[in-house]
T-cell receptor, first 113, second 113 residues
Framework: SQTIHQWPATLVQPVGSPLSLECTVE??????LYWYRQAAGRGLQLLFY??????ISSEVPQNLSASRPQDRQFILSSKKLLLSDSGFYLCAWRGWGYDYGYTFGSGTRLTVV | SQKIEQNSEALNIQEGKTATLTCNYT??????LQWYRQDPGRGPVFLLLIRENEKEKRKERLKVTFDTTLKQSLFHITASQPADSATYLCAPYSGGGADGLTFGKGTHLIIQP
């Protein structure tokens, strides 16, 4: 069966520090991968999606970037964090075809101080 | 612009009754619509998908309807239980690619024992 791993679970980082969040998927190949952010009291905001290695589409211009160095690995990064980057970051994958729902990871709670 | 509206206020329902949640959308022509459940501090969990040519779909105590004329989906939980308390998100999708889902902000459902 397919599983998705996301770490770390919580992170407290100072303003201006770098960020690297990792997401890996097991039990599937060539998945569509997504990064979402959920700020306090707000809905899910799509940040990036990827259909394959090295292919990244950005939905929102911001201080963040994403990379997909391997088929089942998706990384979210920042060179310098802002206070506004605080939030709950979620990785998700979807199999091919429209019938599939998204499978989300357990999320990373990021607090920028 | 595309807009998804869900009840922003919490919905309180007595245990055993049927809970009905509403999802309205504008400027969308979704090929299908998905519903998810999200518990505090966790990622959303996929519940049901309904296609535009399906009027109704059921899964155990869950029922979803989809009215493309009204641009509305209703999500019903029958014989509700306190364990059903969570935030429920809807996500209409127009299809056509791997681009990510846009979610409503969700309705917080509270089942009172």
């Amino acid at each position: 069966s397919q599983t998705i791993h996301q770490w770390p679970a919580t992170l407290v980082q100072p303003v201006g520090s770098p960020l690297s969040l990792e997401c890996t998927v097991e039990g599937t190949s060539n998945p569509n991968l997504y990064w979402y952010r959920q700020a306090a009291g707000r809905g899910l905001q799509l940040l990036f999606y990827s259909v394959g290695i090295g292919q990244i589409s950005s939905e929102v211009p911001q201080n963040l970037s994403a990379s997909r160095p391997q088929d089942r690995q998706f990384i979210l990064s920042s060179k310098k964090l802002l206070l506004s980057d605080s939030g709950f970051y979620l990785c998700a994958w979807r199999g091919w075809g429209y019938d599939y729902g998204y499978t989300f990871g357990s999320g990373t709670r990021l607090t920028v101080v | 612009s595309q807009k998804i509206e869900q009840n922003s206020e919490a919905l309180n329902i007595q245990e055993g009754k049927t809970a009905t949640l509403t999802c309205n959308y504008t400027n969308y022509s979704p090929a299908y619509l998905q519903w998810y459940r999200q518990d505090p501090g966790r990622g959303p969990v996929f519940l049901l998908l309904i296609r535009e040519n399906e009027k109704e779909k059921r899964k155990e105590r869950l029922k979803v309807t989809f009215d493309t004329t009204l641009k509305q989906s209703l999500f019903h939980i029958t014989a509700s239980q306190p364990a059903d308390s969570a935030t429920y998100l809807c996500a209409p999708y127009s299809g056509g690619g791997a681009d990510g889902l846009t979610f409503g902000k969700g309705t917080h459902l509270i089942i009172q024992p």
